[in-house]
């Protein structure tokens, strides 16, 4: 991750007096996109502390909100520490203006890039969980990198081969999400990165923790195991249907999916992919330009094509075991 906003000692200390903290060590935090993270450490516990770059302080103010509605709802997640003398948030005045500041918990816990079944149940299950919060009427209606958003980039001449492709995806996409699918809170970027293991846990499979809301909305919920599919049950290019199917087992004993979320499944495993293409594409070649991430978008590319290539049939059956499948 790069730090947009470099902090020194006296900076870090200045901004943990606004918490009432005495800082004994900190250090630039890998990870995340558009924000500079630190590893705060007292005496006592670890924070991390980010400076947002890229989200004006209303956005900020609400995901503030959106974590303690998390806490509110015993949600495995980083906990937000409130300044002394205000609610949600601090700021900090640099020379391209004055940014928002959170503080949250330190969660001890580790990245599994390859989860296994009894993992991915559990994710599952707490995906679940969280699906069921009733969604704040301050989170975004749409997702922050969805389908509204992939015109922009059409026609641009940057990669014609792939626009052209998200073009007629945009066209089958339109075409072939049902109108009534149930909507809800979503934490809408269910990536294996953004998932914490710890063997101490306690938790089946040491699960910690789901880590990173900024793409929090109010979307589709099957958006949610489309995506988690997506980012924790892919080898390079090929979805691994038993994991896919430990995810949503385990994700249906706390939610059964309607019937028609089952059978919207596979396509939003596709939008998913097509949606995380858009990101990387918009992200690398537009708003950052990146030479060695240019053609990053054309892995998901893939992706969506061999979920395409699957036929329904081996797709549903692979996933819903026969006494989950509702005939009618």
């Given at each position: 991750?790069?730090?947009?906003?470099?902090?020194?000692?006296?900076?870090?200390?200045?901004?943990?007096?606004?918490?009432?903290?005495?800082i004994v060590e900190f250090s630039p935090l890998d990870g995340g996109n558009g924000n500079s993270s630190y590893i705060l450490k007292t005496q006592q516990a670890s924070y991390v502390l980010t400076v947002c770059d890229d989200k004006e302080f209303d956005e900020v103010f609400?995901?503030?909100?959106?974590?303690?509605?998390?806490?509110?709802?015993?949600?495995?997640?980083?906990?937000?520490?409130?300044?002394v003398n205000s609610e949600i948030l601090t700021t900090?005045?640099?020379?391209?203006?004055?940014?928002?500041?959170?503080?949250k918990d330190?969660?001890?816990?580790?990245?599994?890039?390859?989860?296994?079944e009894t993992m991915l149940s559990q994710v599952g299950r707490q995906a679940a969980r969280l699906n069921q919060i009733p969604s704040p009427d301050?989170?975004?209606?749409?997702?922050?990198?969805?389908?509204?958003l992939f015109p922009r980039v059409v026609g641009l001449n940057i990669d014609a081969k792939y626009e052209s492709w998200l073009a007629e995806e945009i066209d089958y996409l339109?075409?072939?999400?049902?109108?009534?699918?149930?909507?809800?809170?979503?934490?809408?970027?269910?990536?294996?990165?953004?998932?914490?293991?710890?063997?101490?846990?306690?938790?089946?499979?040491?699960?910690?923790?789901?880590?990173?809301?900024?793409?929090?909305?109010?979307?589709?919920l099957i958006f949610e195991l489309g995506m988690g599919i997506?980012?924790?049950?892919?080898?390079?290019?090929?979805?691994?249907l038993d994991k896919a199917r430990a995810l949503v087992d385990g994700y249906q004993q706390v939610r059964p999916l309607a019937q028609i979320e089952k059978e919207s499944l596979q396509l939003f495993v596709r939008y998913a992919a097509v949606a995380t293409s858009y990101w990387r594409f918009n992200k690398y070649n537009i708003e950052e330009p990146s030479e060695d991430r240019a053609g990053h978008h054309w892995q998901m590319v893939q992706?969506?094509?061999?979920?395409?290539?699957?036929?329904?049939?081996?797709?549903?059956?692979?996933i819903f075991s026969a006494d989950q499948i509702i005939t009618g």
């Open positions: 991750m790069a730090i947009y906003t470099q902090l020194n000692q006296q900076d870090i200390q200045s901004l943990a007096d606004n918490y009432d903290l005495k609400k995901m503030g909100q959106l974590l303690l509605l998390l806490e509110a709802h015993n949600v495995p997640c980083n906990r937000l520490i409130s300044p900090f005045a640099t020379a391209d203006g004055v940014k928002p500041v959170m503080l330190y969660i001890e816990g580790q990245v599994v890039e390859q989860l296994d301050y989170l975004p209606t749409n997702h922050p990198y969805g389908r509204q339109e075409q072939h999400i049902a109108a009534n699918l149930p909507r809800g809170l979503i934490h809408g970027d269910l990536f294996y990165d953004n998932l914490l293991f710890d063997p101490l846990s306690g938790m089946p499979g040491g699960f910690k923790a789901i880590i990173d809301f900024e793409e929090a909305c109010h979307y589709h997506l980012g924790a049950c892919v080898n390079d290019i090929t979805v691994d992706i969506a094509k061999e979920v395409a290539e699957i036929s329904t049939t081996r797709f549903f059956d692979a």
